[in-house]
């Protein structure tokens, strides 16, 4: 091997090593902004999700696109009034605010695909039990009827955006958001989300979004994740 090609190779096996460290895309930007504390790394290993979700879809979709909002966040609140905020607060002081649209954008994306991380598990979903199915059920009837509502409004999400449980009071109902909006700017409290971005799903079920939602909501809804937000 000549010298160019190992230095290629030792580049590749170092980014893909920083990959698997849990916590790495937190690190990078934790000492130098206000949000480390609600920055989240991957909270699984990238292949825990197979075959409903590969491990080369997170390859992407974490490493790239996520690590993308990440950095474009932190080098557009650097040295503005928003250095020193939690996501939350950058959020919602930059929501509807032409001069930062930028910010909000990337911000917004960063804590929707933190929670839709955290939004799935191994070995989730199906029917849920305890609080939360009790709410579902107070709210919409009947499990049948939540997901027949979750179905449709993640079906129905025209491009690119999010399919969203939240919490309304004390009222649970589910609302989609187009490309970075998040129901934080609503004063909605989200349960759990759904990425309905084709990236999210395009390198395992191409455009087959249907199956997509299917395999979320039968194998990998974290309902614990979605109890603890409960008020």
Do not use: C
């Not at 909006?181 to 609503?186: A, E, K, R, S």
């Amino acid at each position: 091997m000549d010298r160019r090609n190992f230095l290629k190779l030792s580049f590749g096996l170092g980014v893909l090593s920083i990959l698997d460290i849990p916590g790495s895309l937190s690190v990078l930007h934790a000492a130098d902004t206000g949000w480390s504390s609600n920055t989240q790394a991957l909270p699984y290993a990238k292949d825990a999700l197979e075959p409903y979700m590969s491990a080369r879809t997170f390859e992407f979709h974490y490493g790239k696109h996520y690590q993308t909002y990440i950095d474009n966040t932190r080098k557009l609140i650097s040295g503005t009034e928003f250095a020193t905020l939690p996501l939350k607060d950058i959020i919602l002081k930059s929501y509807g605010k032409t001069a930062h649209t930028a910010i909000f954008n990337n911000a917004a994306q960063s804590f929707n695909h933190e929670f839709f991380w955290s939004s799935m598990r191994p070995g989730g979903g199906g029917k849920p039990q305890g609080r939360i199915g009790h709410a579902i059920e107070k709210s919409f009837g009947s499990y049948a009827q939540f997901e027949k509502e979750f179905i449709e409004a993640a079906m129905t999400q025209f491009g690119s955006g999010w399919a969203w449980l939240v919490q309304d009071k004390s009222n649970l109902k589910v609302v989609k958001t187009a490309n970075a909006d998040t129901p934080l700017t609503q004063g909605w409290k989200p349960l759990f989300t759904l990425d309905v971005w084709e990236h999210a799903y395009y390198i395992d079920h191409q455009n087959r979004r249907g199956d997509y939602i299917r395999s979320f909501l039968d194998r990998l809804v974290n309902w614990d994740f979605a109890e603890s937000n409960l008020v």
